[in-house]
Protein backbone atom coordinates (compact mmCIF):
# COMPACT_ATOMS: atom_id res chain seq x y z
CA UNK A 1 0.00 0.00 0.00
CA UNK A 2 1.04 3.51 -0.77
CA UNK A 3 -0.85 6.22 -0.40
CA UNK A 4 -1.09 9.77 -2.15
CA UNK A 5 -2.86 12.52 -0.87
CA UNK A 6 -3.71 15.62 -3.05
CA UNK A 7 -5.81 18.52 -3.22
CA UNK A 8 -4.36 20.63 -0.43
CA UNK A 9 -3.88 24.45 -1.64
CA UNK A 10 -4.82 27.68 -0.27
CA UNK A 11 -8.76 28.99 -0.21
CA UNK A 12 -10.53 31.43 1.23
CA UNK A 13 -12.98 31.02 4.48
CA UNK A 14 -16.08 29.21 3.38
CA UNK A 15 -14.63 28.10 0.04
CA UNK A 16 -14.14 24.52 -0.93
CA UNK A 17 -11.10 21.91 -1.84
CA UNK A 18 -11.49 18.50 -2.23
CA UNK A 19 -8.82 15.95 -1.08
CA UNK A 20 -8.14 12.91 -2.94
CA UNK A 21 -5.69 10.15 -1.77
CA UNK A 22 -4.67 7.24 -4.23
CA UNK A 23 -3.29 3.78 -3.49
CA UNK A 24 -0.35 3.58 -5.90
CA UNK A 25 0.69 -0.44 -4.78
CA UNK A 26 -2.49 -2.27 -5.58
CA UNK A 27 -5.79 -2.83 -4.60
CA UNK A 28 -7.89 -0.34 -2.51
CA UNK A 29 -11.00 -2.56 -1.79
CA UNK A 30 -10.54 -3.77 1.22
CA UNK A 31 -9.25 -1.23 3.03
CA UNK A 32 -10.48 1.19 5.56
CA UNK A 33 -9.52 5.07 5.21
CA UNK A 34 -9.36 7.44 7.39
CA UNK A 35 -8.63 11.43 7.39
CA UNK A 36 -6.07 12.88 9.93
CA UNK A 37 -5.34 16.44 10.15
CA UNK A 38 -2.29 18.06 11.80
CA UNK A 39 -2.58 22.37 12.61
CA UNK A 40 0.57 24.22 13.41
CA UNK A 41 1.59 23.47 16.98
CA UNK A 42 -1.14 20.87 18.04
CA UNK A 43 -1.04 17.13 17.69
CA UNK A 44 -2.75 15.19 14.71
CA UNK A 45 -6.33 14.69 15.23
CA UNK A 46 -9.34 12.23 13.69
CA UNK A 47 -11.16 13.95 10.71
CA UNK A 48 -13.48 11.43 9.12
CA UNK A 49 -13.02 7.83 8.50
CA UNK A 50 -14.91 5.16 5.86
CA UNK A 51 -15.06 1.67 5.81
CA UNK A 52 -13.88 -0.44 2.74
CA UNK A 53 -17.47 -0.90 1.23
CA UNK A 54 -18.73 2.84 1.79
CA UNK A 55 -21.30 1.77 4.42
CA UNK A 56 -20.25 3.47 7.47
CA UNK A 57 -18.85 6.68 8.17
CA UNK A 58 -17.59 8.79 10.98
CA UNK A 59 -16.94 12.23 11.15
CA UNK A 60 -14.91 14.84 14.00
CA UNK A 61 -17.12 16.74 15.89
CA UNK A 62 -15.74 19.96 13.74
CA UNK A 63 -16.25 18.81 10.55
CA UNK A 64 -19.56 17.17 11.15
CA UNK A 65 -22.04 18.80 8.12
CA UNK A 66 -19.24 20.48 6.11
CA UNK A 67 -16.81 17.23 5.44
CA UNK A 68 -17.96 14.43 3.14
CA UNK A 69 -15.64 11.46 3.06
CA UNK A 70 -16.05 8.90 0.31
CA UNK A 71 -14.59 6.21 -2.24
CA UNK A 72 -14.20 4.81 -5.89
CA UNK A 73 -12.57 1.35 -5.32
CA UNK A 74 -12.64 0.87 -8.95
CA UNK A 75 -9.99 3.89 -8.62
CA UNK A 76 -8.44 2.74 -5.87
CA UNK A 77 -9.39 6.32 -3.99
CA UNK A 78 -10.67 7.66 -1.04
CA UNK A 79 -11.98 11.59 -1.39
CA UNK A 80 -12.82 14.34 1.30
CA UNK A 81 -14.82 16.85 0.23
CA UNK A 82 -14.38 19.66 2.28
CA UNK A 83 -17.05 22.74 2.00
CA UNK A 84 -17.70 25.83 4.00
CA UNK A 85 -14.04 25.84 5.27
CA UNK A 86 -13.05 28.04 8.32
CA UNK A 87 -9.46 29.16 9.01
CA UNK A 88 -9.32 26.59 11.82
CA UNK A 89 -9.15 23.90 9.36
CA UNK A 90 -5.94 25.09 8.07
CA UNK A 91 -3.94 21.81 8.96
CA UNK A 92 -1.84 18.91 6.65
CA UNK A 93 -4.21 16.29 5.81
CA UNK A 94 -3.09 13.03 5.78
CA UNK A 95 -4.95 9.90 5.12
CA UNK A 96 -4.41 6.32 6.04
CA UNK A 97 -5.47 3.38 5.52
CA UNK A 98 -5.69 -0.33 7.01
CA UNK A 99 -7.52 -3.58 6.13
CA UNK A 100 -8.29 -4.61 9.81
CA UNK A 101 -9.93 -1.15 11.02
CA UNK A 102 -13.37 -1.74 12.26
CA UNK A 103 -16.02 0.99 13.66
CA UNK A 104 -15.15 0.86 17.27
CA UNK A 105 -11.58 1.85 16.62
CA UNK A 106 -11.79 3.86 13.16
CA UNK A 107 -10.91 7.23 15.16
CA UNK A 108 -7.38 5.95 16.24
CA UNK A 109 -4.22 6.78 14.80
CA UNK A 110 -2.96 3.67 15.49
CA UNK A 111 -5.31 1.67 13.59
CA UNK A 112 -4.24 2.50 10.50
CA UNK A 113 -1.27 1.21 9.40
CA UNK A 114 -0.37 2.48 5.85
CA UNK A 115 -0.28 6.59 5.78
CA UNK A 116 0.01 8.60 3.11
CA UNK A 117 3.00 12.10 3.14
CA UNK A 118 -0.05 14.85 3.58
CA UNK A 119 -1.36 17.62 1.62
CA UNK A 120 -1.48 21.29 3.07
CA UNK A 121 -4.33 23.40 3.31
CA UNK A 122 -4.45 26.90 4.03
CA UNK A 123 -7.71 29.10 5.17
CA UNK A 124 -7.74 32.31 5.19
CA UNK A 125 -9.95 34.92 6.75
Known amino acids: VQLQASGGGFVRSGGSLRLSCTNS????????TGWFRQAPGKEREFVAA????????DYAESVKGRFTISRDNTKNTAYLQMNSLRPEDTAVYHC???????????????????WGPGTLVTVSS
Open 25 to 32: GGTFSTYA
Open 50 to 57: LTWNGAVT
Open 96 to 114: AADSSVITSNQRSQSAYAY
